[in-house]
Structure formats: structure tokens, C-alpha cells
């Protein structure tokens, strides 16, 4: 059984210009939000042993097989108000062979009227159980939803380039972007067109997520379309589905201090560290300080994760990662790709356990770090925490799903986890909005929030008639004269901090 590595993106990353995710309808239509990729889409009923032979075979702190039955029987029976006999986990302990293990769980599924296709409350509780006793949880996900997010982990995503919603007078799905110079936009295709077919099948009152499956394909394939613009006849187009890039980070235009360079990061994916080199290269030469904020940035695997770390720092000893073979140690070898300026990196701790490791490995080789208070935590759901752990996707047995666990930890270049308690960095004063609707709205604009927005330009300070102040997303290409209000006064506070250390 072959391990991928992969952070699972959640639908609402995708959206990117991509057609592979969360939609969101704004101003003068139904509001409706849907997610294309099931957060945990699961099979964790129906596939049973291979989800628990999984954990067994791969989880860096595998809980004991026995106890994983017992949490599947007893997500059953929470799903279902049945009680489980009173003797079952002491009949449970009891059994070593693992054949009779699988045995009892089926004659129980049975017995609780668990016989056809779980229904989506089962799963659930059985997710949940999972999640509380394998450390770092559980995550099941369909094949073909897999697939999407290597390709966007590798940024060679396959589509027509678009991000879509759904029409509320036509029941259709509609196109909101149409990617500059992708597929779609090559066809002739335009934002506010209106999907009337896909090859054929009818697009009325059919969930954006089916559409979007019918939408994908691979590279090079064509899909039929028929679309209807605003005022006009529907007529038939002819799209040829390719690789459709998309930014991972991207540089903030702003005119108040000509040394520094503020630059965004979004999420860790195999361009990552090319994007940087290009946007590195074109600084003005004025510019010797380069502001890396990660406070939203979303996982990646553990290469893309090394390769950021080996751009930032020269040669020498990062930290280790730990598995269940052993621990190997993470070197930097490239060099830097900052040419001789001097890197800085803002984080939010608790928001993502491979920054707060990076956060923590930059600045014990001597680069500044600042960090916020407010640790934004997407899934609530309790889980029992691996620190620092590296999640990589096992293939189920029959190829229909991956099962995403935590196979690894990072260590720091002392070889000790950290201490998540005692985050590092200086802490910032008001570098992000204070109040919790204003750090949703944020986190949402900039692609972190429970329901997904892709946004590759900046952010603007809109004051609001209240007095109060809330964040709007900028059309494609809108370049600001300078940093919005927040961004400047993360980049005061920075270097007022640098400028003092400088000075001593």
C-alpha cells in the first residue's frame, strides 16, 4: 500500500478560479453555498477494516484495534439511540485474533439494523468517535476528490478555469470568474454566463457539486457545454479541459516605506517557492526588508513545508521528523532566495501546526518573527492532538477513497516537539481587526474561513456608516497605491521592532 503525502483542502480553497470548489452567491441573487469536496466524505462505516487497518498500519501513535471497534460500534449506536451490550468492550479486550474482531463487529452492525448503505448520520458519529481517540483524527475521502487536491498541492489543477455559483432565477449554475487566459475565457466564455447543459445533461435544479463533477476531466479532454448569456441565445460551446495555475502567494502593493516588501502567503503547494524567487527578483533594489505574512496560510505536504524553509535560510540543521521507522533530520541546502535581504515572518499561532513549526526553526537561525493573538480553528470538532503532526493519504484497498492520518511529527533542532503553549515570536499589538465578525471576515476574504473564498488580489478598509471598519476583496488585477490600513500597521509595528533591534 503506497503512501501519498497531502493536506486535504477543504472545498472552499479550491474555488480559486477552478471549478473544483465552494461557490458563493453575492448581491442580487438567492444566496447559496455549497461545498464541491465533502469535508470528510466518508466511507467509515462501509469500509470499515480498511479505514481501522490503516490506522494500524501507518498512524504514528496507532490507538489498539480492539479499542477502534468498540468507538465504530459506539458511533453507531450514538447515531442510531441503541444501547450496546453491556459486556462488549470486555468481550471486545478479549479477542486477539483479528478475524474474530472483524466477526463480532459485523454480527453488532447487524444486530443495530446496520445491514444496506450507511446513511450520512452514521457516518458522522462514527467519524467523530474516531476522531477522538486516533490522534490528529481521521479524515476519508473519495478518490476522486484525492486527485483534485494533489493537483492543486502540485498547482497543475485540470479544468476550464472558472468559479461558479448558482443562479437563483434560472436554477442553473453561473459563472462568477472566468480565469484570465484559462480554457473557459480561450472559448469565449464570460462571467455571467448561465450553464444550461454539460455533454448533454441538463444542469436544472442539479447541485453545484454534481455540475462540477460532470465539469472535470482530464487534461486535454473536451467537455460540451450549453450556455446562455445575459439577454442573449443559448449556443453551444466546446471546452478543452488544462492545467489551470493559480497564485499561492502574492505581493501587497504599498508606497509608505520603500524598504519593505510585504508579501502574503495563502497556502504551501509545489510553486510556492518559484513564486517567491520571481516576486523576489523584481523588488526594487531599495527594498532590504521582505515581510513573509503566514498568518492564513494553509498546510501543505512536508516538502513543500521544507522547501519554503530551505528558501528562507542558509545552509544548516532545520529540525527532524519523527516516524514510526525512526527520525530523520531536515537540512537546508539550497540557500536563500532573498538576495541579501532580510527575511521576517508573521504568523497566528494554533492556526497551522507546520507554520508554528516554521515560525519556530526561522527564528532559532536568527530571523525575526511576529505573531498575533487570535488562533483561527476552522473544524471545532474535538480531536485528540498529534503536535506538529504531518498527515499523509493511505489508498483503500478497493481504490474508491484515501484515508488521511497522522503519520509523522516535526521536531525542532533540539529533536523535542513544541511547545504550543509558548508560541515564539513578538507578539503583535494590532496587527489583525480585534473583534471575532471582523477576523472571519478577514480570514474568509483571504481563504481560511469555514465557507471558502479564493482571493488572489488585496484587501481594502472599508469604513462602514457605523463607524466600524470590514474588509472587501478588490476585482482581479486592481493594484492599490498602497497597503490597505491593517497592512500598514502590520508593517509599522514590524519595523519599528527591527529598527529598534537594528539600532542596538
Known amino acids: 500500500m503506497r503512501i501519498h503525502y497531502g493536506s486535504f483542502v477543504r472545498a472552499g480553497f479550491c474555488a480559486a478560479l477552478l471549478v473544483a470548489a465552494q461557490v458563493d452567491v453575492v448581491c442580487g441573487q438567492d444566496a447559496v453555498s455549497a461545498d464541491a469536496v465533502p469535508p470528510e466524505a466518508s466511507a467509515a462505516v462501509d469500509s470499515t477494516r480498511d ?32 444501547q ?71 498547482n497543475r489543477y485540470v479544468g476550464i478555469g472558472v468559479r461558479v455559483s448558482m443562479d437563483g432565477t434560472s436554477q442553473r449554475m453561473q459563472l462568477m470568474e472566468v480565469v484570465e487566459d484559462g480554457p473557459a475565457e480561450t472559448t469565449g466564455l464570460k462571467a455571467g454566463d448561465v450553464i444550461e447543459s454539460v455533454d448533454a445533461k441538463d444542469t436544472f435544479k442539479v ?33 478543452v479541459r488544462g492545467v489551470v495555475p493559480f497564485e499561492t502567494l502574492h505581493l501587497i502593493p504599498q508606497s509608505d516605506n520603500a524598504a519593505v516588501a510585504l508579501i502574503r502567503l495563502d497556502r504551501l503547494s509545489a510553486s510556492t517557492v518559484h513564486e517567491l524567487r520571481k516576486i523576489v527578483g523584481e523588488l526594487p533594489e531599495a527594498v532590504s526588508t521582505v515581510i513573509l505574512d503566514l498568518r492564513f496560510c494553509t498546510d501543505g505536504s512536508l516538502h513543500h513545508l ?38 521576517v515572518l508573521v504568523y497566528q499561532p494554533g492556526h497551522s501546526e507546520q507554520v508554528d513549526w516554521l515560525a519556530t526553526v526561522v527564528q532559532e537561525k536568527g530571523v525575526a518573527v511576529f505573531r498575533g493573538e487570535f488562533a483561527f480553528r476552522e473544524n471545532p ?31 525542532t533542532s533540539d529533536g523535542k516537539p513544541l511547545d504550543r503553549e509558548k508560541p515564539v515570536g513578538i ?63 502590520l508593517i509599522d509595528q514590524i519595523m519599528l521592532h527591527v529598527n529598534t533591534v537594528n539600532k542596538e
Open 306 to 343: 521544507h522547501l519554503l524553509a530551505d528558501a528562507l535560510l542558509e545552509d544548516g540543521h532545520l529540525g527532524d521528523v519523527e516516524t514510526r521507522s525512526g527520525v530523520r533530520p531536515l537540512n537546508t541546502e539550497a540557500g536563500t532566495v532573498l538576495e541579501g535581504r532580510k527575511p
Open 207 to 239: 447541485s453545484i457539486d454534481e455540475v462540477i463533477q460532470w465539469l472535470r476531466g482530464p487534461e486535454e479532454s473536451v467537455v460540451k457545454l450549453t450556455v446562455r448569456s445575459p439577454r442573449a441565445e443559448a449556443r453551444e460551446v466546446e471546452v
Open 84 to 154: 450496546l451490550p453491556g459486556d462488549l468492550s470486555a468481550q471486545i479486550s478479549g479477542i486477539s485474533d483479528i478475524d474474530a474482531l472483524y466477526s463480532l463487529l459485523n454480527e453488532e452492525k447487524d444486530r443495530l439494523g446496520l445491514k444496506g448503505q450507511p446513511n450520512e448520520k452514521v457516518e458522522k458519529a462514527v467519524q467523530q468517535r474516531l476522531n477522538r481517540v486516533v490522534p490528529g483524527g481521521v479524515q476519508i475521502v473519495p478518490t476522486r476528490d484525492y486527485v483534485v487536491n494533489e493537483q492543486l498541492a502540485a
Open 51 to 82: 479505514v481501522i487497518e490503516a490506522i494500524i498500519k501507518h498512524h504514528l501513535e496507532p490507538p489498539a484495534r480492539q479499542q477502534l471497534i468498540l468507538e465504530v460500534l459506539r458511533g453507531i449506536a450514538d447515531a442510531t439511540s441503541q
Open 427 to 489: 507578539l503583535l499589538e494590532r496587527a489583525v481587526p480585534a473583534d471575532l465578525a471582523a477576523i472571519r471576515s478577514w480570514s474568509d476574504l483571504i481563504g481560511v474561513g469555514r465557507e471558502m473564498k479564493s482571493l488572489q488580489s488585496p484587501l481594502a478598509v472599508v469604513t462602514n456608516r457605523d463607524g466600524t471598519q470590514s474588509f472587501q476583496s478588490l476585482p482581479r488585477g486592481f493594484q492599490l497605491p498602497k497597503a490597505s490600513a491593517t497592512d500598514k500597521t
Open 381 to 411: 470538532e474535538e480531536r485528540k492532538a498529534v503536535s506538529q503532526s504531518i498527515v499523509e493519504f493511505v489508498p483503500s484497498s478497493d481504490g474508491t477513497h484515501y484515508i488521511g492520518l497522522a503519520t509523522a511529527r516535526l521536531l
